[in-house]
């Protein structure tokens, strides 16, 4: 069932949004060369805390970590570790934050150092896919609509769309009703309302839309090694379109 969220929860939810925004802010600076992906964990961690919320994913399944750092070829549910930044990675930092009982989702895909020309083009064009399918969103419109513009873009731009893993209602729960796929035909899917809060995240392969889990249960990595890159805004359909609650023009 897809919850149509109250004004209360709404302004929870925003304020766990802002938190997320927040905590990525925080982080920028120390993405650099050297620091390791658990010192990232640890500095969001705090922050997290620090504004009065706990790190969605810690224990999240036995999610062992604040954040999930994901470097390279890996896509999603990287662990922090003590593994150094190298200049040109790339890394994406998921990061969820738990306001009195709401949750705010938001990945981002960061450059360290001086990074390649291909994986600035991945970068560059899975963030945009992010809004693509976000520009989507609206009262009546249906969740096909958004995976379907998201898969037009990454084809037209010769990348993967990574299907085994999918977007999400986002509540009292960090993940609800509905899926919210990267892929799918228009005029399909359940329809929007006012009041639905959805995390859209595009996951994008350099090469092909392949992935496997490693050995520990978390990681999921690509088929042929090269880069993936992840965007992901969490944001509340409104009475003409879409509020995003995770990003720069949420105030709290
Ligand atoms: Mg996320
Ligand atoms: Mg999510």
């Known amino acids: 069932m897809i919850s149509i969220k109250s004004?209360?929860?709404?302004?929870?939810?925003?304020?766990?949004?802002?938190?997320?925004?927040?905590?990525?802010?925080?982080?920028?600076?120390?993405?650099?060369?050297?620091?390791t992906t658990k010192e990232l964990d640890k500095l969001a961690e705090d922050f997290i805390r620090s504004?009065?919320?706990?790190?969605?994913?810690l224990n999240y399944n036995?999610?062992?970590?604040?954040i999930c750092t994901s470097i390279n070829n890996e896509v999603v549910h990287g662990i922090p570790s003590k593994r150094k930044l190298r200049n040109g990675d790339i890394i994406s930092i998921d990061i969820?934050?738990?306001?009195?009982?709401?949750?705010?989702?938001?990945?981002?895909?960061?450059?360290?150092g001086t990074i390649s020309k291909e994986k600035e083009y991945l970068l560059k064009?899975?963030?945009?896919?992010?809004?693509?399918?976000?520009?989507?969103?609206?009262?009546?419109?249906?969740?096909?609509?958004?995976?379907?513009?998201?898969?037009e873009y990454a084809k037209y731009h010769h990348l993967g769309v990574v299907k085994e893993l999918v977007g999400h209602g986002v509540g009292s729960h960090l993940?609800?009703?509905?899926?919210?796929?990267?892929y799918g035909k228009r005029n399909t899917g359940p329809v929007l309302k006012e009041g639905m809060v959805i995390a859209?995240?595009?996951?994008?392969?350099l090469g092909t839309a392949e992935v496997f889990i490693l050995d520990d249960d978390w990681t999921?990595?690509?088929?042929?090694?090269?880069?993936?890159?992840?965007?992901?805004?969490?944001?509340?359909?409104?009475k003409d379109g879409y509020k995003i609650l995770t990003g720069d023009d949420n105030c709290g």
Not at 62 to 66: D, R
Not at 130 to 136: D, F, I, S
């Open 7 to 35: 004004e209360y929860e709404l302004s929870l939810l925003k304020e766990a949004g802002h938190i997320v925004y927040l905590t990525h802010q925080y982080l920028k600076p120390y993405i650099k060369p050297g620091i």
């Open 51 to 57: 504004k009065g919320a706990t790190p969605s994913f």
């Open 62 to 66: 036995g999610f062992p970590g604040s």
């Open 96 to 112: 969820g934050a738990c306001y009195k009982g709401y949750h705010g989702d938001s990945a981002w895909s960061y450059g360290v």
């Open 125 to 151: 064009h899975t963030e945009e896919s992010l809004y693509v399918g976000l520009n989507e969103i609206k009262p009546g419109a249906r969740i096909g609509d958004i995976g379907a513009a998201i898969e």
């Open 175 to 182: 993940h609800e009703d509905p899926e919210v796929p990267n």
């Open 200 to 205: 859209v995240e595009p996951m994008l392969n």
């Open 220 to 238: 999921i990595i690509t088929g042929d090694d090269k880069p993936s890159a992840h965007f992901e805004h969490t944001v509340a359909v409104t």
